[in-house]
């Protein structure tokens, strides 16, 4: 397993310490700090039914963002369902996240600056897609790769492997993240596979696959890094499977972890909390305070109060709206049906 | 114009567009170097290179995700699955995915994607190659569907359809491919999407089909005409959405009607045709509308094809049925 920070937060690999100034490394763990409260108001927001789908990240932030702090600006995501905070940082608004929560197509619209698609439900669709985008980046020769994320339950899946496989194949742009947090719902990861890692399914499509400490946010950082300067000097693709935890339920949809997971499991990963060891590290570098740490809670709380209200505002979907996105031109039966739901929402 | 076989009228229009439009790409499984498995992109690499004609390794939902990653970059793909009985290793990627794209995002993403597939019977293939499954393309929102029978609708069709900035599937009757010739402009040209074509002018039924069963049809009504049954046949073209304007005005006419597809009575488009007419000219109806369909079992073996397989005799049968009701 590739690690940098131990849980101390010490540094353990010198060699591979990522080139990052004292701004970049505060910036990460004010991102690290800001998601976990985002978080902790989203299951609170989800209790109080002011939002709807949400999939608890609490634990995730290194694996989420430390991947996500690898990128640039002109990179694609392509995010599955627990992968909203990656697509905060890189542009989509808060609102509209929230948005996407409450099921109105408003989250979905993504600003022209950020290239990615919307969360993906259907586990191993965005594995395939992002082969496609890479392709096509390397094909219009940018320097760019197409990210995405499943977890470990999804690498059983077959678009799992065809992704894998077409992007080596073709030699895609692709940076492939399997974050592996023990469980897909109620099932544990072993009984996924018998294989002993998930970075060794790489093996199968030629390419590279690495196992890194998805608590560790250096670590993540690193290992992302390098595989983004591998495929865009057309090296190909790579997959990183991140070693992590979710201290929360599956999602907000009546999922109860204690029905499988034992009280020891958590307190043990609890002890792996990837914003306690980057802390460390970097009060020992004198760059983090408790003020700090203050300053970026009420900035959190306060933008997502904003945001909340914003998405309150947000007109409602009419049946309209939804048959006007269906295609560029409508045919003949939605132009009769609009026709009829315009009546009705007149009246 | 030429005289062409429908299989050359879908190449020559694939040739077209990726002439037109440098965004065009045409790949799938030996669709490359080998031309096709039928011939159809025969060529085509050769004339514009392996980075807009390639061969994919064998994985039809893949190749499907590789067509929505492919859109999202500009380009406008052309993807063929080998045979449509293949497809349902890729309806997460069409009927789950790129048909929801434009949709899910609100118009920020789109999927201006063109898959072209062989299907139909007659050919005595192996299983799961003939199985006409139009019938679950068509109930999903988001894509059209269409299905040529001449060589000439072939290729506008085609053009039309890559031109879509919706996906279209576009599904070739591998009976047609070879089995005629038809008169094809070398000029490029459009047929438009969602409407359907008069193929046969007649006032006393009117007989509804698409595919194979066009010509099932108009051999259909050669015969009935010696009988003094004048039959109109309409050739649908597009089987998703349905030219209902097409149809009510041809009943309207003719007072009687017979849908006719290869696909079983359970699936295909006919049972939609049929509501359509009796929601939108019940009172032009004269008699019940009747459906020619293949049996509800599964595709037949391929030595009882023909006996499985509807053909002109059962048009007839039911036209007779309509007239005399």
């Known amino acids: ?347 | 114009m030429a005289q062409m076989t429908m299989i050359q009228a879908i190449t020559d229009a694939l040739r077209t567009e990726l002439k037109n439009d440098d965004n065009v790409l045409v790949f799938g499984e030996d669709v490359g170097k080998n031309g096709g498995v039928f011939r159809a992109t025969e060529g085509l690499q050769k004339e514009f290179g392996e980075n807009r004609v390639f061969d994919t390794p064998l994985a039809e939902s893949a190749i499907g995700g590789l067509s929505i990653g492919l859109a999202t970059q500009g380009y406008r793909p052309v993807p063929e699955i080998q045979f449509f009985g293949f497809v349902y290793e890729v309806m997460d990627s069409i009927n789950g995915q790129m048909a929801r794209m434009r949709y899910r995002h609100g118009d920020t993403h789109t999927s201006p994607i063109t898959i072209r597939s062989p299907f139909g019977g007659g050919v005595a293939t192996p299983e799961l190659h003939a199985d006409s499954l139009e019938g679950l393309m068509a109930q999903q929102p988001g894509l059209k569907v269409v299905i040529p029978s001449t060589p000439y609708d072939a290729k506008g069709l085609l053009i039309s359809a890559i031109r879509d900035n919706d996906p279209v599937i576009y599904l070739e009757h591998m009976k047609l491919y070879r089995s005629f010739r038809g008169e094809v402009p070398e000029e490029e040209y459009t047929v438009e999407l969602g409407k359907a074509d008069v193929k046969r002018e007649g006032t006393d039924v009117t007989i509804i089909a698409y595919g194979a069963m066009v010509h099932a049809s108009l051999k259909a009504a050669e015969e009935l005409e010696k009988n003094g049954v004048n039959a109109e046949v309409i050739d649908l073209m597009t089987v998703s959405p349905i030219d209902v304007d097409t149809i009510v005005e041809s009943v309207k006419k003719t007072n009687r009607v017979v849908v006719v597809q290869e696909a079983q009575r359970q699936a295909g488009v006919a049972s939609h045709v049929v509501t359509e007419i009796q929601e939108r000219a019940i009172l032009h109806l004269e008699a019940p509308v009747l459906r020619v369909t293949a049996p509800d079992t599964v595709y037949p073996f391929a030595a009882v094809e023909n006996e499985w397989l509807p053909d002109h005799k059962d048009i007839i049968e039911k036209v007779n049925e309509v007239i005399n009701y």
Do not use: C
């Open chain 1, 1 to 347: 397993m590739f690690q940098i920070l131990n849980e101390d937060g010490k540094i353990v690999n010198k060699d591979d310490m990522p080139d990052l100034s004292d701004e970049e490394l505060k910036e990460l763990m004010k991102r690290m700090v800001y998601t976990r409260i985002l978080d902790q108001r989203s299951i609170a927001l989800n209790r109080q039914g002011r939002l709807g789908f949400y999939a608890p990240t609490a634990g995730q932030e290194a694996s989420q963002l430390g991947s996500q702090f690898a990128l640039e600006q002109e990179d694609f995501l392509l995010p599955g369902y627990r992968d909203v905070p990656q697509l905060i940082w890189q542009g989509l608004p808060l609102y509209q996240a929230f948005l996407f929560s409450r099921g109105h197509f408003h989250g979905n619209q993504m600003p022209e600056n950020v290239h990615a698609l919307s969360p993906q439900i259907i586990i191993g669709a965005q594995y395939v897609q992002a082969a496609g985008v890479g392709l096509g980046l390397r094909m219009r020769g940018k320097k760019n790769v197409a990210v995405t994320y499943t977890g470990d339950g999804g690498t059983s899946q077959g678009d799992f492997y065809e992704g894998l496989n077409f992007a080596g194949a073709f030699n895609a742009n692709v940076i492939f993240i399997v974050q592996n947090n023990g469980f897909a719902i109620s099932v544990p990861r072993e009984k996924q596979t018998k294989a002993k890692t998930l970075a060794q399914k790489a093996v199968a499509a030629g390419i590279e696959g690495i196992q890194v400490d998805g608590m560790d946010v250096l670590a993540v950082y690193a290992a992302t890094k390098d595989a983004r300067e591998r495929a865009i000097n057309g090296e190909g693709p790579t997959m990183i499977e991140t070693l992590t935890y979710r201290y929360g339920p599956h999602t907000m949809a009546g999922d109860d972890p204690t029905r499988y997971r034992s009280a020891d499991l958590d307190t043990e990963w609890e002890k792996k909390d990837p914003l306690v060891r980057f802390r460390k590290f970097l009060e020992s570098k004198k760059l983090w305070s408790e003020e700090e740490e203050n300053e970026v809670i009420e900035k959190a709380k306060e933008e997502i109060k904003e945001a909340i209200k914003q998405a309150d505002k947000y007109p409602k979907q009419k049946v309209t709206d939804l048959i006007e996105h269906m295609y560029e031109e409508l045919p003949v039966n939605l132009q009769e049906q609009m026709e009829e739901y315009k009546e009705k929402e007149s009246k």
